[in-house]
T-cell receptor, first 111, second 114 residues
Framework: QKEVEQDPGPLSVPEGAIVSLNCTYS??????FMWYRQYSRKGPELLMY????GNKEDGRFTAQVDKSSKYISLFIRDSQPSDSATYLC???????????FGQGTELSVKP | NAGVTQTPKFQVLKTGQSMTLQCAQD?????MSWYRQDPGMGLRLIHY???????DQGEVPNGYNVSRSTTEDFPLRLLSAAPSQTSVYFC?????????????FGPGTRLTVL
């Protein structure tokens, strides 16, 4: 079993929809949780970062961490065609530790 | 700042050939890492370095070598290429001292081994 599981999709939604992307993990020692966005043929870039449990909001994006369920989510409100990309969750045990990535979910937002 | 740069962008090798993927960063980051990305597998860590002269293995190190003689450069060597090494390779760098040390990724090298 992988340490971090993410549904690879693809996920296709109409413009303006609310998108929910999720990851589950097996090791309760993870403390730092991140979402990276990767456009086609580009390197990933950090989108959201959360330490421990709770919510974090940045514009149309909200990241949630539920450590009791070992589940993290990324919500995108009012989705735009420019949000079409692969979204990768990532997590690590401590501040200097290695990042463990999920498989990535490919999202397509149709005009 | 150029950020993280990688060369070449594309490469085709024959089985058994060797080559070096170059990675450089101009942000004075301590940490540098190499990942490979395959369909359905996400990013998997090959090797990483926490400073000049210090390297360690990641999740999938077999068939690859690294060295870190300077802060700026972190080359990845394929010793004897195999078709299973066909992948997209990303180099990343980050600070060592920040609370979450965001990783900055390069644009990737697409490698095909025939």
């Amino acid at each position: 079993q992988k340490e971090v599981e993410q549904d690879p999709g693809p996920l296709s939604v109409p413009e303006g929809a609310i998108v929910s992307l999720n990851c589950t993990y097996s090791n309760s020692a993870f403390q730092y949780f991140m979402w990276y966005r990767q456009y086609s043929r580009k390197g990933p870039e950090l989108l959201m970062y959360t330490y421990s449990s709770g919510n974090k909001e940045d514009g149309r994006f909200t990241a949630q961490v539920d450590k009791s369920s070992k589940y993290i989510s990324l919500f995108i409100r009012d989705s735009q065609p420019s949000d079409s990309a692969t979204y990768l969750c990532a997590m690590k045990y401590n501040q200097g530790g290695k990042l463990i990535f999920g498989q990535g979910t490919e999202l397509s937002v149709k005009p | 700042n150029a950020g993280v740069t990688q060369t070449p962008k594309f490469q085709v090798l024959k089985t058994g050939q060797s080559m070096t993927l170059q990675c450089a960063q101009d942000m004075n980051h301590e940490y540098m890492s190499w990942y490979r990305q395959d369909p359905g597998m996400g990013l998997r860590l090959i090797h990483y370095s926490v400073g000049a002269g210090i390297t360690d293995q990641g999740e999938v190190p077999n068939g690859y070598n690294v060295s870190r003689s300077t802060t700026e450069d972190f080359p990845l060597r394929l010793l004897s290429a195999a078709p299973s090494q066909t992948s997209v390779y990303f180099c990343a760098s980050s600070w060592g001292g920040s609370s979450y040390n965001e990783q900055f990724f390069g644009p990737g090298t697409r490698l095909t081994v025939l």
